[in-house]
């Protein structure tokens, strides 16, 4: 392994590059990762030097708080490569401002965004080659810190590791979705961390997603924890609902995610001419739209996800079908716009596209 070392940046090589043993045409989400990582610990109140070093198992102590407590914060982030090989990020700026904001309500010390820009770009140059061009594939970037003293009191961290790994990928979701609407669990409250990329956000989902998977359906769309009339979001996409030609997504609060595809599915559906309600949405607006034919379309928006249809609810053991709007619908269209300017195919306007090298 050969050693490099820049300015801020301890760079580690690896030897010879695992990239030959992987299909590319044939992956499986968040499984394969690419040769290298990045990682920066914070001990004593200070950032340490951040490195990339290959990619592996490491070392950490039974105690470490993260296993016990859950104090951990992720962000989802995908890179894109055009036609000539240059290399974009989508809105990184966001994913940063997320991520600290996550890491203050867990009690995290907030990483600098100097070593966010400079460790995820290097590592970008370092890992290129992982990434393909072409619509639908991308490089999903999985930046995270984690609380890593080893001591079991319930208490924050004093020591945290951030950490940035990266997995090629293909769509998250083969084909439309089919989503229960959730009447008993939570998944997040007023006041709690709903808002926050917490990791715990994410396995408190796990048991309830698995019930509804046992009945045929692959999500939840969440609903609010004091009454379970409004809609909320589905945990791993925000949600929008089309009814007639108006799109309705529920307004962000402490119990949604403000999510980096939903603000720019808001921003694309306006550009197109669509009327946009940001504003609650209660469940009977869109059982009976979806009685009364005026329901069309209900889609999720977020990275991993992109942009994936809906074909189906259920609420109260009912089953309500949408329709298949084809090419016609505001997801496949929005969609096909958000591909467009992450693959460096349509103009830029809002300057979202982040060249990295
Ligand atoms: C993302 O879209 O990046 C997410 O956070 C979803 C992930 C849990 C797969």
């Given at each position: ?41 914070y ?20 105690s470490a708080r993260v296993f016990h407590y859950g104090q951990a914060v992720f ?27 996550s890491c203050s309500r867990l009690a995290m010390p ?34 995270f810190a984690i609380a890593i003293e080893?001591v079991i009191s319930a208490a924050p961290s004093e020591s945290y590791r951030f ?30 961390v709903?808002?926050a990329?917490a990791a715990g956000?994410?396995a ?154």
């Amino acid at each position: 392994m050969s050693n490099i070392n820049t300015s801020n940046l301890l760079i580690e090589k690896v030897e010879s590059s695992k990239i030959k043993g992987v299909d590319f045409s044939n992956l499986t989400f968040g499984t394969t990762f690419t040769d290298h990582m990045f990682v920066c610990d914070y001990v004593n109140g200070e950032w340490q030097q951040p490195k990339i070093v290959p990619y592996g198992p490491m070392p950490m102590e039974p105690s470490a708080r993260v296993f016990h407590y859950g104090q951990a914060v992720f962000e989802g982030m995908k890179a894109y490569k055009d036609e000539h090989g240059d290399v974009f990020l989508f809105r990184p700026d966001e994913n940063f401002r997320r991520i600290n904001k996550s890491c203050s309500r867990l009690a995290m010390p907030e990483f600098p965004e100097e070593y966010f820009f400079e460790g995820l770009t290097t590592l970008l140059n370092l890992d290129k080659e992982w990434i393909q061009s072409g619509v639908g594939n991308s490089l999903y970037i999985r930046p995270f810190a984690i609380a890593i003293e080893p001591v079991i009191s319930a208490a924050p961290s004093e020591s945290y590791r951030f950490m940035i790994i990266c997995s090629p990928v293909s769509p998250y979701y083969k084909g439309k979705v089919k989503v229960v609407i959730a009447e008993h669990f939570s998944r997040s409250a007023d006041g709690g961390v709903g808002y926050a990329k917490a990791a715990g956000n994410y396995a408190a989902q796990f048991y309830p997603t698995k019930l509804a998977q046992e009945k045929g359906f692959q999500q939840i769309i969440w609903t609010d924890s004091n009454t379970h009339t409004f809609l909320e979001e589905a945990g791993t996409m925000n949600v929008f609902f089309r009814i007639n030609d108006t799109l309705i997504t529920a307004p962000t609060s402490d119990r949604i995610l403000d999510g980096v595809t939903r603000k720019s599915v808001i921003q694309l559906a306006r550009d197109n001419g669509i009327t946009v309600e940001v504003r609650p949405i209660k469940v009977q607006e869109i059982v009976d739209a979806s009685n009364d034919g005026t329901l069309k379309e209900i889609f999720g928006a977020g990275t991993a996800a992109v942009i994936s249809e809906i074909s189906a609810f259920e609420y109260r053991d009912e089953v309500y079908d949408l329709q298949d709007l084809g090419s016609n619908s505001y997801a496949a269209k929005l969609k096909q716009n958000m591909l467009n300017i992450q693959h460096n195919l349509a103009e830029d306007k809002h300057n979202w596209r982040y060249p990295v090298n």
